[in-house]
């Protein structure tokens, strides 16, 4: 059974029409793209809804979900920047833990 995705460019191009029109050209390096990625994803929730009070983001935080593609950008971020797994963490809001699992299982 094949599962099929959200529309992702056209949800965020049209919550951008209805929320910030003018800021539509800043977006567009996403919406061009072929394929979001949940890294992508995330980028464009904080750039449009970037004043959230913490209990939305601590909301958000606990209900992502990421993809293979993302998982091996976030790495691949982490050694090309030479950071440690608290930097990483930090820099994108995910557990040392999760982190570590990560690199265990994508680094064999």
């Known amino acids: 059974m094949m599962r099929n995705s959200p529309n992702y460019k056209k949800i965020y191009h049209d919550i951008i029409l209805k929320i910030c029109p003018?800021?539509?050209?800043?977006?567009?390096?996403?919406?061009?793209?072929?394929?979001?990625?949940?890294?992508?994803?995330?980028?464009?929730?904080?750039?449009?809804?970037h004043s959230k009070d913490s209990d939305s983001i601590i909301f958000d935080q606990r209900h992502r979900s990421y993809d293979d593609e993302t998982i091996i950008y976030i790495?691949?971020?982490?050694?090309?920047?030479?950071?440690?797994?608290?930097?990483?963490?930090?820099?994108?809001?995910?557990?040392?833990?999760?982190?570590?699992?990560?690199?265990?299982?994508?680094?064999?």
């Not at 090309?80 to 809001?93: A, G, P, V, W």
């Open 22 to 49: 003018e800021r539509e050209t800043e977006f567009n390096f996403f919406l061009e793209k072929e394929n979001l990625f949940s890294w992508d994803i995330v980028r464009l929730d904080n750039l449009i809804f």
């Open 75 to 108: 790495i691949n971020y982490q050694e090309e920047n030479k950071l440690n797994n608290s930097l990483t963490s930090k820099y994108f809001r995910i557990s040392k833990n999760t982190l570590t699992k990560w690199k265990k299982r994508y680094k064999s």
